[in-house]
Structures are given as structure tokens and as C-alpha cells.
């Protein structure tokens, strides 16, 4: 493979896993406004129910790992990603 950059052959792939975990915050305003008294009913009603559930129904759990390959020129230091056919 070549560096599209600079035309080297010095080209070094690298495999990237990430794993994307989103959470959301919750600003200051929300907890100031709706948060201290939604939260608990939520956790009532949303959380508890869901902690019973996840009690006797076994987790399926999936793992979402997005693997990148990257290519990094030694001579330039261009990166680019590598497409899936490589
Ligand atoms: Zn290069």
C-alpha cells in the first residue's frame, strides 16, 4: 500500500477497536429544575422494573466494537482510514 500523501510504500496499518459508550449528563439546570423529583420516579418505575426483569431473564449483552484499520505513513506521518476490502 501506498501513502496517498507522499507515494511511500513505509506504511503501517493499524487495527482500531473502539467502543462508543454513550452517556448523557445531566446538566445542573435539569436537576435543578426536573431532575430531583423525575429521577426517583423514574427509578421506581423504569429502574426497578428493569432490575426485576434483568433478575430473572439472563443478559444479553452485545458488544458493539467498531474496529477501524488505519493507515499511518512512516515517512510524512499522513493517516487515513483503510477501507473494509483491504
Ligand atoms: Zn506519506
Redesign the pocket.
Known amino acids: 500500500m501506498k ?6 510504500e ?2 503501517n496499518v493499524q487495527v482500531v477497536s473502539e467502543t462508543t459508550l454513550k452517556t448523557r449528563r445531566k446538566t445542573w439546570l435539569y436537576w435543578l429544575t426536573i431532575g430531583w423529583f423525575i429521577e426517583p420516579l423514574l427509578w421506581i418505575f423504569l429502574t426497578l422494573p428493569k432490575l426485576i426483569y434483568e433478575l430473572f431473564i439472563p443478559k444479553r449483552v452485545k458488544l458493539k466494537t467498531k474496529t477501524r484499520k488505519i493507515a499511518v ?6 493517516s487515513w482510514d483503510v477501507k473494509a476490502s483491504l
Open positions: 501513502c496517498r500523501k507522499c507515494g511511500s513505509q506504511v505513513c512512516q515517512v510524512c506521518g499522513e
